[in-house]
């Protein structure tokens, strides 16, 4: 059996042969643009601040971040069906678009690893796969840099996140990840969906650097407005 190619934004059939987002796709990808975030390298109204409301606010100990797109449509829906509806085969098409962005950037910073952000195993195993991972194995397939899976686990899975409030969740998440075994990394890349508060990345972060990581920085299809 056959299944047609399809739009990895509006999910639209495409032609025979054809690959990508479909014409009318293609021209409304809502790529993150300058001024950016220097922490988190989300979009910010003005070349006067540094940072964004967000890390402006919270101490954020990950060195620098590379999200592709602002988290609005048609990235909002197309994520959600890549998250919820297993449209893994969007993966590569933000893997590649990533690269294609920040591959460069990768490369110049020297990373060790590429470590996608776990999923509790109750998830994984409902949900089937991690789009985190996908994204990761397909960019660690595009620029070489080694993928690491067996790094970073997610462990506490006891307080459903949205019945917490905004601190109660980034305290829930600190202690949500661990390192295993000894790790022997300077510099790692994180690959994540969506950003939004960027706690899920904090809480990453603070188990690698207390484990011996120097830099972390983070990618992620999607970044939320501050
Ligand atoms: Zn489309
Ligand atoms: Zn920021």
Do not use: H, W
Not at 58 to 75: D, H, I, Q, T
């Amino acid at each position: 059996m056959i299944f047609p190619a399809r739009c990895p934004l509006c999910d639209g059939v495409l032609e025979f042969g054809k690959r990508g987002p479909c014409e009318k796709c293609r021209y409304s990808l809502p790529y993150v643009k300058e001024p950016v975030c220097f922490k988190c390298g989300r979009e910010i109204s003005d070349d006067e601040s540094e940072y964004c409301g967000d890390c402006a606010k919270k101490p954020r100990s990950f060195n620098g971040g590379f999200p592709l797109l602002n988290y609005v449509e048609p990235a909002v829906s197309s994520v959600l069906r890549l998250k919820y509806k297993g449209r893994q085969e969007y993966a590569p098409f933000y893997a590649k678009e990533t690269v294609r962005k920040y591959g460069d950037i990768f490369k110049g910073l020297g990373i060790d690893a590429i470590i996608p952000v776990p999923l509790y195993k109750r998830k994984l195993k409902s949900r089937g796969f991690n789009q985190a991972e996908l994204l990761a194995r397909e960019i660690s397939r595009l620029t070489r840099i080694p993928l690491r899976t067996d790094i970073l686990i997610r462990i506490n899975d006891t307080i459903p996140q949205k019945k917490l409030s905004t601190s109660e969740r980034e305290e829930n998440l600190i202690n949500a990840f661990t390192v295993k075994g000894k790790i022997n990394l300077e510099k790692v890349l994180i690959a994540d969906d969506i950003y939004t508060t960027g706690a899920t990345i904090e809480a990453c972060t603070q188990a690698l650097k207390k484990n011996g990581v120097k830099r972390v920085y983070y990618t992620s299809i999607c970044i939320g407005k501050s």
